[in-house]
Every structure is written in C-alpha cells, then in structure tokens.
C-alpha cells in the first residue's frame, strides 16, 4: 500500500452506526425511519443539505408521530448526544491521530451533526478538519466538493494521492478511488480489523 498521508473517515453508518432518534424508543424511532427515508419523502435530502433545519423536521414528524415538536427534538439531541461509536473506526482514528497522520470527518449529514454530535463527542479534538454536507446550503450530487475542501483545510501536502478514504457507500468509494485516492469499503467492525490487519494498519 502506497504511503498514506491524510485519513478521511465517513460518519453515518461507518464511524457511527446508531440512528439519531433512538431515544424516541424502539417503535417510533423506526417509524420516523420510514417517514425521512421513505421513497416519496425528500425532508431528509432537504435536512442533509442545510435547507431544512431540526426543529422543522421535528415539526414535519410531529404530524405523523402524534409526539410534540419539542419532545421530538428533545430526543433527537439527546440520541445525538449518547450515541455510541463504533469501536474499530474509533480505535484506529485515535490509533492514526497518535501516528501523527492528517485526519478528516467528511460527513453527508444535518445541521444537528455540527450543532450537537461534534461538541458532545469531542470529534473537532479527534479530526483537524470536519466538513459536514448541510454547511453548504444546496444539495451535492458527490461528496467530491466536500472531499476537495477537507483536503485545503488539511494543507497543500494533502489531496487524494496519499488519502484513505473509509466510507460504507460504495459509490463514494469508488469515486475516490477514480479521483487517485485508496478508499476502504466499510461494512462493519469485523471485517474492517481484518482489513487494517492485512495491510499493516
């Protein structure tokens, strides 16, 4: 494997596998689930890309859920700030940081990401840049744009030459990887200590 310069690490689904809403319980935490990500439902593209913030999407579940606007945000920052990682991505990010590797959090993600995960977790300590989708304000086709800043923030020594990228959304994967960088398709703790064992990680 060629010298590795810069780490950029996904969030959901890779760093953290927990939905956001669990502290709503088991049932109604699966139906917002189905509300946000159900086929005719585009609030969660809207909040993921800065157009629609919490409170709004509280609002919108509050008409399906029977549950209050401020009960349902409670829980959501509450579920955001509780959630646990998962601890192969978690070990190596602490285990690269300690190697004196450049680290970035490029995450497609809402405004409750920036607003309560990053403090509540210490993740701005854990990475030197984190760029999270709903900062931009308009819906991306890639995470290319954002991929692009996390490497201007991390310095001119830094671009996809020398980059690992660790995603579990394989499209992802393979466009870094066609943008010259190494990318890791992550489906789990497992096979991720397996992969890192392999190549000498």
């Given at each position: 494997?060629?010298?590795?310069?810069?780490?950029?690490?996904?969030?959901?689904?890779?760093?953290?596998?927990?939905?956001?809403?669990?502290?709503?319980?088991?049932?109604m935490s699966?139906?917002?689930?189905?509300?946000?990500?159900?086929?005719?439902?585009?609030?969660?593209?809207?909040?993921?890309?800065?157009?629609?913030?919490?409170?709004?999407?509280?609002?919108?579940l509050?008409?399906?859920?029977?549950?209050?606007p401020?009960?349902?945000?409670?829980?959501?920052?509450?579920?955001?700030s509780?959630?646990?990682?998962?601890?192969?991505?978690?070990?190596?990010?602490?285990?690269q940081?300690?190697?004196?590797?450049?680290?970035?959090?490029?995450?497609?993600n809402?405004?409750?990401?920036?607003?309560?995960v990053v403090p509540?977790?210490?993740?701005?300590?854990?990475?030197?840049?984190?760029?999270?989708?709903a900062?931009?304000?308009?819906r991306l086709k890639?995470?290319?744009?954002?991929?692009?800043?996390?490497f201007?923030?991390?310095?001119?020594?830094?671009g996809?030459?020398?980059?690992?990228?660790?995603?579990?959304?394989?499209k992802?994967?393979?466009?870094?990887?066609?943008?010259?960088?190494?990318?890791?398709?992550?489906?789990?703790d497992?096979?991720f200590?397996?992969?890192?064992e392999?190549?000498?990680?």
């Amino acid at each position: 494997m060629p010298a590795i310069r810069a780490i950029v690490v996904d969030f959901g689904f890779t760093l953290c596998s927990e939905h956001y809403f669990n502290r709503l319980g088991p049932e109604m935490s699966s139906r917002a689930s189905q509300i946000l990500f159900g086929a005719q439902s585009e609030m969660t593209d809207r909040w993921m890309s800065g157009l629609t913030a919490s409170g709004d999407v509280a609002a919108y579940l509050s008409g399906f859920l029977e549950i209050s606007p401020e009960s349902i945000h409670d829980a959501l920052v509450r579920g955001c700030s509780d959630m646990h990682f998962n601890d192969a991505v978690w070990s190596f990010v602490k285990r690269q940081r300690d190697a004196g590797r450049k680290l970035a959090l490029v995450t497609t993600n809402a405004d409750i990401f920036s607003n309560v995960v990053v403090p509540a977790h210490g993740l701005n300590d854990a990475f030197d840049v984190i760029v999270n989708s709903a900062d931009y304000g308009v819906r991306l086709k890639s995470k290319q744009p954002m991929w692009d800043r996390a490497f201007d923030a991390l310095g001119a020594a830094c671009g996809y030459d020398g980059a690992l990228l660790v995603e579990d959304t394989l499209k992802e994967v393979r466009l870094f990887r066609e943008l010259g960088g190494q990318a890791y398709h992550y489906k789990g703790d497992a096979a991720f200590t397996a992969w890192l064992e392999s190549a000498g990680l």
